[in-house]
């Protein structure tokens, strides 16, 4: 009778420890999706300066009508390809266009971006004026601190850091050195794993993963953007 207790109970033990020995398995090629979250109530609040009456009179009713038919909260999604130390970002179609009197840089998502982590170089397929340019230059240099502060993202226990764009532009980050590529979605790169969170408080707009997902990286998928040939 205690044989065959201890023959269960063994069996009962082999799933979680298999699970557990998946969960601190090191990544190193799958794919990402991200959310990416705009507070357009306040975006929409920025553009009209209450110092210039003119100004702030002309602006006002477009913030009116804003509050009025559209949701506080934009969400558009992405996915990121990764894997060989390289990873492509490619933006989701949007579900309806992006409210006219708001449709800047910031806030949309039109950029297709490759990262090359080997060779620190950086491929991003802009859309502009309804024409497509491709665009080669060298990884986004991020200042990063990284601090003791932790928090969970789409099942991964992330570490926060600190981090200086442009020497001005400031932006925490939340990475998991479980997925062994220093990238993020967009341009974002530079800690040692993958950049899982990201926010960038000033232009409130944060970017997060919501599904991890391990896969054998696809070559054929990632490639730089093909030059446009109106360039």
């Not at 009778?1 to 799933?15: D, N």
């Not at 340019?133 to 926060?160: H, N, P």
């Not at 200086?164 to 997925?179: E, G, H, N, R």
């Amino acid at each position: 009778m205690k044989t065959i207790f201890k023959l269960i109970l063994g069996l009962c033990l082999i799933p979680g420890s298999l699970t557990f020995a998946q969960s601190t398995r090191a990544i190193t090629s799958g794919i990402i999706e991200y959310e990416k979250t705009a507070n357009m109530y306040t975006l929409m609040r920025k553009k009209i300066p209450k110092d210039n009456i003119y100004v702030y009179n002309q602006n006002k009713p477009h913030y009116d009508n804003y509050l009025k038919n559209e949701p506080q909260y934009l969400k558009l999604y992405s996915s990121l390809i990764f894997g060989n130390n390289t990873s492509l970002f490619t933006p989701k179609p949007l579900a309806k266009p992006i409210f006219d009197y708001y449709n800047q840089p910031l806030v949309d998502q039109a950029n297709i971006v490759f990262n090359n982590f080997t060779k620190s170089q950086s491929t991003i397929q802009k859309e502009y004026f309804e024409r497509t340019f491709s665009v080669r230059d060298t990884l986004r240099r991020i200042k990063w601190k990284i601090t003791d502060e932790t928090r969970e993202i789409a099942g991964y226990v992330c570490r926060r850091a600190n981090g200086l764009l442009l020497d001005s532009v400031y932006a925490v980050a939340f990475y998991t050195d479980k997925i062994h590529v220093s990238g993020g979605p967009e341009s974002f790169n530079g800690l040692p794993g993958m950049i899982l969170g990201i926010a960038l408080p000033h232009d409130n707009i944060t970017w997060y993963a919501t599904k991890v997902t391990e896969a054998p990286a696809d070559v054929k998928k990632l490639v730089p953007p093909k030059r446009n040939s109106n360039r």
